[in-house]
């Protein structure tokens, strides 16, 4: 087995000692009173104040800019509601200790040759279409293909359903070039991405390439979407979901990643 560390993200201070029982480090965010005994965004150099836009993102830049990555080996993320697991099935009135037993604690040896885990993939043309409909009845209208192939509801017509019509090809443009091209083709062929913003990296290297890409990028896009007039839940995360789309391209381009289940699991339901 190979040595992880795993963060766990919580809006709850009292998740505290369950995420300690589960041998991960609690990571605090939003504007609750945390503790000391919690990692928080709340740093020198922070974004803390855009949690709202960010989502878990905050705490990733706080560990990009003030270097808080000082160990070796896997590095790990998941939420007090989606956990890595070894066994997908695990029952909705499980204890804590059988669920203890269940998420992943280090990664095994059988994974030694890949660089990153990342979820299943969600596929978006699998949503139903009255979701869609209902979002932009214009768009399917004047797309009638979209109604009978399923191919043509890629990760960029889902994102211009569900998070503003043009926002994810206007976030593309401010790309470096070198990316520019790769990931448009991803979003305009592909039909699913790995969901939750989760996953986890090898070592320390591969984790701040992926975030020396990232937050540049995120940064210039808020030249263009800002932070005033993003109404509603689609929108107001927008930033988050530009880094979930980004971080299935990142990881598929740059790593030889593995597939592991994300399994859904609140462990509020445990206090």
Not at 100 to 129: A, H, M, Q, T, W
Request: hydrophobic content about 35%.
């Amino acid at each position: 087995m190979n040595k992880l560390s795993m963060f766990c993200l919580t809006l709850n201070p009292n998740h505290l000692n369950l995420i300690k029982n589960l041998g991960y480090t609690p990571v605090g965010l939003g504007d609750s009173n945390f503790s000391s005994e919690w990692l928080t965004d709340k740093k020198e150099n922070t974004i803390h104040h855009k949690n709202s836009f960010y989502g878990e993102y905050t705490f990733h830049y706080t560990l990009w800019k003030n270097n808080c990555v000082n160990f070796e080996g896997w590095i790990g993320f998941c939420q007090y509601r989606k956990f890595w697991v070894t066994n997908k099935k695990i029952n909705e009135n499980i204890s804590f200790e059988k669920f203890r037993s269940f998420v992943l604690k280090e990664v095994p040896e059988n994974l030694d040759n890949y660089e990153s885990i990342i979820g299943e993939d969600l596929f978006v043309n699998n949503f139903r279409l009255s979701k869609f409909v209902k979002k932009n009845i214009k768009k399917m209208f004047f797309n009638p293909s979209l109604f009978f192939n399923k191919n043509k509801r890629t990760i960029k017509f889902h994102f211009d359903m569900m998070h503003g019509d043009g926002n994810l090809e206007k976030a593309i443009k401010l790309l470096d070039r070198r990316e520019k091209s790769d990931f448009t083709n991803f979003v305009n062929t592909e039909v699913s991405f790995n969901p939750h913003n989760m996953f986890l990296c090898k070592n320390k290297k591969i984790l701040m390439s992926y975030y020396d890409s990232l937050f540049p990028w995120l940064e210039k896009c808020e030249k263009i979407f800002g932070f005033e007039n993003l109404e509603g839940y689609g929108l107001k995360r927008i930033y988050g979901f530009l880094a979930e789309r980004y971080m299935s391209y990142w990881f598929k381009k740059y790593t030889k990643f593995k597939i592991l289940p994300i399994q859904f699991k609140d462990i509020s339901n445990f206090l």
